[in-house]
């Protein structure tokens, strides 16, 4: 059982950067994937960006190269580090984990993030 809690979202002019940090209860380090999604009002949860096991990443390409996720396996931490947000980065981000074998997933309460002027 994996329990994620999010934290770092706010409100944020145009332009600007936010990290997010998820933090794991258990431990994540050889058995997850970890990865950001998101849900604007109205629209369907989207994947951002993932960090497997490995380290290995992937992003939308609708954050790539404003983004980076990364993992601090000894914290069981992961991070979003956004930069140069734009007003339709605007929505609720999740913090997500997958089991590399089951495929079960844990999902966190969300946070909030607002890019407006």
């Known amino acids: 059982q994996v329990q994620l809690v999010e934290s770092g979202g706010g409100l944020v002019q145009p332009g600007g950067s936010l990290r997010l940090s998820c933090a794991a209860s258990g431990s994540i380090v050889s058995s997850y994937d970890m990865a950001w999604y998101r849900q604007a009002p109205g629209k369907e949860r989207e994947l951002v960006a993932t960090?497997?096991?490995?380290?290995?990443?992937n992003y939308s390409d609708s954050v790539k190269a404003r983004f980076t996720i990364s993992r601090d396996n000894a914290k069981n931490t992961v991070y979003l580090q956004m930069n140069s947000l734009k007003p339709e980065d605007t929505a609720v981000y999740y913090c997500n984990a997958r089991h590399w074998i089951t495929q079960r997933n844990y999902w966190g309460q969300g946070t909030q993030v607002t890019v407006s002027s």
């Open positions: 960090v497997r096991r490995g380290g290995s990443t």
